[in-house]
């Protein structure tokens, strides 16, 4: 029965409500380029950042600076969306995660900055980096 709902609600033209979404912001450094951060971070990203961040299931050997800079690059997988640099915009996940990791000592700060001013604002009970 909820089948044939379904599909007459789908041929008498009747959409499925709008998808919500939280809006992306924008963070600019000095120099002009810009970091796009994703609106929403899920419960599960919040917990899997929460216990990188702490250093569970970490491999003995790491240190507490390993396990910062893990969540930080954690935290920077799951809400970047786009980072312009120099007018050249980088949008795939794997591009940005690489192009974070040869960032001078300048870009990361911007980068830190902008995740912790982010959280603060739109999930102020996740501990930024």
């Given at each position: 029965m909820a089948r044939r709902k379904r599909d007459r609600r789908r041929q008498d033209g009747s959409a499925r409500p709008p998808k919500?979404?939280?809006p992306d912001?924008?963070?600019?450094?000095?120099?002009?380029?810009?970091l796009t951060l994703r609106g929403s971070l899920t419960a599960g990203a919040r917990r899997e950042y929460a216990q990188t961040?702490?250093?569970?299931?970490?491999?003995p050997a790491e240190t507490r600076e390993d396990a910062e800079q893990r969540?930080?690059?954690?935290?920077?997988?799951?809400l970047?969306?786009?980072w312009q640099i120099a007018g050249a915009p980088?949008?795939?996940q794997r591009e940005l995660l690489a192009r974070l990791r040869v960032a001078?000592?300048?870009e990361r700060e911007f980068v830190r900055d902008a995740l912790r001013r982010h959280c603060k604002e739109s999930?102020?009970?996740v501990q930024a980096p």
């Open positions: 919500l979404t939280a912001s924008d963070y600019e450094d000095d120099q002009g380029n810009v961040r702490a250093g569970r299931g970490a491999r969540s930080f690059e954690l935290l920077f997988e799951r970047a969306v786009r980088i949008e795939a001078d000592r300048r999930f102020p009970e």
